[in-house]
């Protein structure tokens, strides 16, 4: 059963980091034409600032569960190295778990401040673009991340009691 888990949750991470593959080929397209209009013809995008502001938040946050997946984020192993194989399992146990707890929490209170922007209208500056929905790209790319690390929990706590 818990196999099934880890495959949905490795599912949805892809494909919500082919969400933020299409959302920064959009922010890539969307700087060329900016700076080509702005050198060629004077004329940038208007707003254009705003939008890559938002669409960088939203590709940092959508690639993040896929990232863990993959274990590409940063770790600092060398000391834990060292240490025998139960050891390591311990820390990676301990580390896995408020890894967990804190995306937990990122994804909840974004979801909360997201329901805030929207009984508040909030909007950008410039273009009044919605803030809350992308609040809500963080609060499912955070919720992912913490399902991830929540797996990688559960397998180093198999680990700790095979050693």
């Keep these: 059963m818990f196999r099934a888990f880890e495959k949905i949750v490795e599912t949805a991470s892809r494909y919500v980091n082919l969400v933020g593959i299409v959302i920064l080929l959009g922010m890539m397209m969307l700087i060329v034409v ?87 209208s909030q909007t950008s500056s410039v273009l009044g673009i919605p803030a809350y929905p992308f609040l809500i790209v963080l609060a499912v790319g955070s919720g992912l991340l913490a399902l991830v690390f929540l797996t990688f929990t559960v397998r180093s706590i198999s680990r700790v009691a095979q050693t």
């Design 34 to 120: 900016d700076v080509f209009l702005r050198y060629v013809f004077n004329k940038p995008v208007p707003g254009s600032v705003e939008v890559v502001e938002f669409m960088m938040g939203a590709v940092v946050f959508t690639g993040m569960a896929y990232t863990g997946i993959k274990k590409g984020h940063i770790g600092l192993g060398f000391l834990v190295s060292k240490m025998p194989a139960r050891g390591q399992a311990v820390v990676d146990t301990f580390n896995f778990s408020v890894s967990t707890l804190f995306f937990a929490l990122v994804s909840w209170k974004s979801v909360v401040q997201s329901v805030v922007l929207y009984r508040s």
